[in-house]
T-cell receptor
Framework: QKEVEQNSGPLSVPEGAIASLNCTYS??????FFWYRQYSGKSPELIMS????GDKEDGRFTAQLNKASQYVSLLIRDSQPSDSATYLC????????????FGRGTSLIVHP | DVKVTQSSRYLVKRTGEKVFLECVQD?????MFWYRQDPGLGLRLIYF???????EKGDIPEGYSVSREKKERFSLILESASTNQTSMYLC?????????????FGQGTRLTVV
């Protein structure tokens, strides 16, 4: 059973701070890693993908991957109240099926 | 712009009814998925399909069936709806391969069984 673990939170940060979200996974063969944002009552929306060790930046978002330690993280700089949502980590299975396993998500609250 | 469309945003059905949830994608993706999402339980995979007429059970297939007669369409069927199937249902699609396998979601169907 492939597992993806996230702290459920809520993670509460003040506006303008850096929010740090973490995810660990069990499938050592996984090659792709995704972060989704889900607002309450809405469906998940892809915000970042990362395939190689290291950092990948896109605007205020930075994804970090460490395959040796089997963790992936998402940093949100200059957090805004509109960033308040649940963030899901997704890891497609290795071995050909590529079925994504999702973590249960971390709830982020950015307060003014 | 990629698009996954679910036939209904909200549905209310009676216990024992047969329920059809439809999903269509326009990205020519091989893979399609049905998840349900409940508070505290996250996204749970019901069924997935990797090709036309091909299907595999996910983690919670009991009480559900699926149909994929065309590549772009994947239907979820509740054979006899029960109150414990009240949930948010999410359809997703993705392409096969080692890269670019991100899943794209439809808008979700909130099903209430009374």
């Amino acid at each position: 059973q492939k597992e993806v673990e996230q702290n459920s939170g809520p993670l509460s940060v003040p506006e303008g701070a850096i929010a740090s979200l973490n995810c660990t996974y069990s499938d050592r063969g996984s090659q792709s890693f995704f972060w989704y944002r889900q607002y309450s009552g809405k469906s998940p929306e892809l915000i970042m993908s990362i395939y190689s060790n290291g950092d990948k930046e896109d605007g205020r978002f930075t994804a970090q991957l460490n395959k040796a330690s089997q963790y992936v993280s998402l940093l949100i700089r200059d957090s805004q109240p509109s960033d308040s949502a649940t963030y899901l980590c997704a890891v497609p299975a290795s071995g050909g099926s590529y079925i994504p396993t999702f973590g249960r998500g971390t709830s982020l609250i950015v307060h003014p | 712009d990629v698009k996954v469309t679910q036939s209904s945003r909200y549905l209310v059905k009676r216990t024992g009814e047969k329920v059809f949830l439809e999903c269509v994608q326009d990205m020519d993706h091989e893979n399609m998925f049905w998840y349900r999402q409940d508070p505290g339980l996250g996204l749970r995979l019901i069924y997935f399909s990797y090709d036309v007429k091909m299907k595999e059970k996910g983690d919670i297939p009991e009480g559900y069936s699926v149909s994929r007669e065309k590549k772009e369409r994947f239907s979820l069927i509740l054979e006899s709806a029960s109150t414990n199937q009240t949930s948010m249902y999410l359809c997703a699609s993705s392409q096969s391969g080692a890269r670019n396998t991100e899943a794209f979601f439809g808008q979700g169907t909130r099903l209430t069984v009374v």
